[in-house]
């Protein structure tokens, strides 16, 4: 499979020049770089709760290259961290959340880290409860469809998400009426402790699409090109009134599920070391080398870079204030 | 006559829940455990640990996170002659059952004339002040304590809870058995290691008082505990009566204590509107009129839908024991 992707990159005709994998390289090496930062920060009791995107990035970054940034609407989950930097977040603003501070762009430190709204960057109301937001996506769909705008919705959730009633609701109702709308699934074969074998009977999430009548495919979420063209696919069906697409990409949890968690209890032993092999900002870097596209002084210089953004960003997050309370009765009705 | 003296261990109230669970398994087959992560993991917050390895696979199931079938599958194995106990991981994340609970469970027995019981208990951690922010932190009483035909009960210490969740797992009627989550750890005390029981719908006086009666459960007895202590020392002496259950609510408990103090602070956690404490104020007022020498008072959460997530805000909607303390000084007053 490697072999064939690699060829694929090396096709002139490959859908991603060389500047715009290195831009994706680059977004990498810094949601990386960040999000361990905030395990750092919470292990100093600075930040009370983390769900890490380690091991999901390829997933998150080539889905979103693949999308129309500042149009198209992005329904994500609490994992999302590199889709919400590939948008535009900066690593200041998500610091803010993960310390609770003043200035928190998404609810203004209301809700936990990485929820709530940053409608400018088409983040739309981020939810801690699972699956509750795909039902929502459909519904954006639905509008973008009977206002007859062209912005197309992508959700975001992951396998153990597949079993809530919503999920099937939404992909019953999109499919029915052909919504511009993409089912990503980022399967890290993990809800929690339960693998997916105890989650669900089939083997594949993607075969699930075959139920609504829909294309379903399963694809390798650790390779970002893999992700783009797949996303990019189902954008052009989404853009031409084909309606949804179930995606599910095949990424790799390389972390417990939270910092409140301890996956030594249910993970068998080599899992996590067998899972690394598949690095996605590894093999971003090998293939981008054995491309002669990275050479060791970029990459260098790229980590160099996301550490200071990070190390700013940091500063400037344990230096703001915590909200005070003086708007804490605010917004609660329209007036 | 010999007597065997009991044995006694200090717990917390997450360890009383584990040992209720664990005793009722063993005492009775029919009982089993479903919801997220209650086999290998034990429970995020560890209730169920060591179930699997004891009770195996089929009496401690994993289920698929989809919490309407968590409570549905509950249900129907219920009216087939099993005792379920469905965990709901969050209380928050509750809302999937409601259709199955409030608008199924509650209704059996009503609905066919007795011929089907309804042994179940969803188990679910509740309440904040955890840093839990939107999502992890909501009270949800108020929204089953309205039901007929529902027993809903929250404990605040570790004796009750375990004698209280034996009674609701061999209750045969459903039971909403509510663990506030910061008394998971938080909150220890004696427990004895022999079996017990304590009846649902019977209120515990925590503390004999005389000039103010406070109503309240949960982790608020704690704080209401702990403002009386404060109280005292300014020669104001106050009754905690934590009623323990919510449906069926001891009135009986709460009037006798009105009728002694003349005077009644109703408080809860959750929000003050259409909550558990309008009903024991109207109650009150209904039927202790007479004893009353100052109106019948609530301190309950503010009128926001959430609980925020930074720590100002959060400390600002929680009700603490000062804040008790302060609406205690108001209402000794009159
Ligand atoms: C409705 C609901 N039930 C339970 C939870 C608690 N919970 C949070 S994350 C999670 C597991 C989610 O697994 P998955 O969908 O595979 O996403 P992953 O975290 O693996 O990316 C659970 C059970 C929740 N947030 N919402
Ligand atoms: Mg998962």
């Not at chain 1, 609810?107 to 509750?132: C, D, K, M, W």
């Amino acid at each position: 499979m490697a072999t064939a992707n690699r060829s694929k990159r090396q096709d002139p005709s490959s859908p991603l020049d060389s500047e715009t994998l290195l831009e994706m390289y680059r977004q990498m090496v810094l949601s990386r770089t960040l999000d361990e930062r905030i395990w750092m920060l919470n292990r100093q009791g600075k930040a009370a709760i983390v769900a890490s995107s380690q091991g999901h990035e390829a997933g998150q970054i080539g889905s979103v290259y693949a999308l129309q940034r500042g149009k198209d609407q992005f329904y994500i989950y609490y994992r999302d961290l590199a889709v919400m930097l590939t948008l535009g977040m900066t690593p200041e603003e998500i610091l803010l959340g993960f310390m609770a501070k003043a200035g928190e762009p998404l609810s203004g430190a209301r809700q936990f880290p990485t929820h709530g709204a940053y409608l400018e960057l088409g983040i739309v109301n981020q939810s801690n409860v699972i699956a509750t937001h795909l039902p929502q996506a459909v519904g954006a769909a639905l509008a973008a469809k009977m206002k007859g705008e062209d912005y197309i919705v992508i959700v975001y959730f992951g396998d153990g998400a597949t079993s809530a009633g919503d999920t099937h609701e939404a992909l019953n109702f999109a499919s029915l009426h052909k919504l511009p709308v993409i089912f990503f699934c980022e399967n890290n074969k993990y809800a929690t402790s339960v693998p997916q074998h105890k989650q669900m009977a089939v083997e594949s999430i993607a075969s699930r699409a075959e139920g609504y009548a829909m294309p379903g495919i399963s694809i390798d979420g650790c390779d970002v090109v893999a992700v783009y063209e797949a996303v990019s696919e189902a954008a052009k069906r989404a853009r031409s009134g084909m309606g949804p697409t179930l995606i599910e990409a095949m990424v790799e949890r390389f972390l417990p599920h939270t910092s409140d968690d301890d996956d030594s209890i249910y993970r068998p032993k080599g899992e996590i070391e067998e899972a690394r092999k598949r690095d996605p900002l590894k093999a971003l870097n090998l293939s981008l080398t054995s491309l002669g596209i990275l050479d060791a002084e970029t990459d260098k210089q790229y980590l160099d870079e996301a550490r200071s953004i990070v190390n700013e960003a940091t500063d400037l997050a344990e230096a703001a204030p915590f909200p005070d309370t003086s708007d804490f009765m605010e917004h609660v009705y329209y007036s | 006559m010999i007597r065997r003296r009991c044995a006694i261990a200090v717990k917390n109230v997450l360890e009383a829940v584990h040992d209720a669970m664990q005793e009722e398994m063993r005492r009775d087959e029919r009982v089993f455990v479903l919801g997220e992560d209650v086999g290998r993991r034990g429970g995020v917050f560890l209730a169920t640990n060591g179930f699997l390895d004891e009770f195996g696979e089929a009496r401690v199931m994993d289920t698929p996170l989809a919490e309407s079938s968590i409570a549905g599958v509950a249900l129907g194995a219920a009216m087939h002659g099993m005792r379920p106990i469905a965990e709901i991981q969050f209380g928050d994340f509750i809302w999937p059952i409601f259709n199955q609970i409030v608008g199924e469970a509650a209704r059996v027995r009503y609905g066919t004339k007795g011929k089907l019981s309804v042994p179940m208990v969803v188990r679910t951690p509740h309440g904040g002040g955890v840093r839990g922010g939107l999502y992890h932190s909501q009270s949800i009483e108020a929204y089953f304590y309205h039901t007929p035909g529902l027993k809903v009960v929250a404990p605040a210490t570790p004796f009750d809870a375990k004698g209280l969740l034996k009674s609701a797992i061999r209750d045969d009627d459903p039971v909403i058995f509510l663990e506030h989550k910061r008394t998971y750890r938080l909150v220890q005390g004696e427990v004895p290691d022999e079996d017990y029981t304590l009846p649902i719908g019977k209120a515990d006086v925590k503390r004999q008082g005389t000039d103010v009666t406070i109503v309240t459960y949960g982790l608020m007895v704690h704080h209401c505990l702990e403002a009386a202590r404060e109280l005292e020392e300014e020669g104001v002496s106050c009754e905690v009566v934590d009623v323990r259950t919510l449906r069926p609510l001891d009135m009986d408990t709460i009037l006798e204590s009105v009728a002694k103090t003349g005077k009644a602070l109703v408080v809860h956690e959750d929000n003050k509107f259409g909550g558990v404490g309008g009903e024991i104020a109207a109650t009150i007022s209904e039927e202790g009129f007479e004893f009353l020498d100052g109106p019948v008072t609530r301190l309950a959460g503010p009128e926001v839908p959430a609980m925020p997530y930074s720590p100002l805000l959060e400390d600002m909607y929680m009700i603490n024991p000062a804040k008790i303390a302060q609406a205690i000084r108001k209402l000794s007053a009159y």
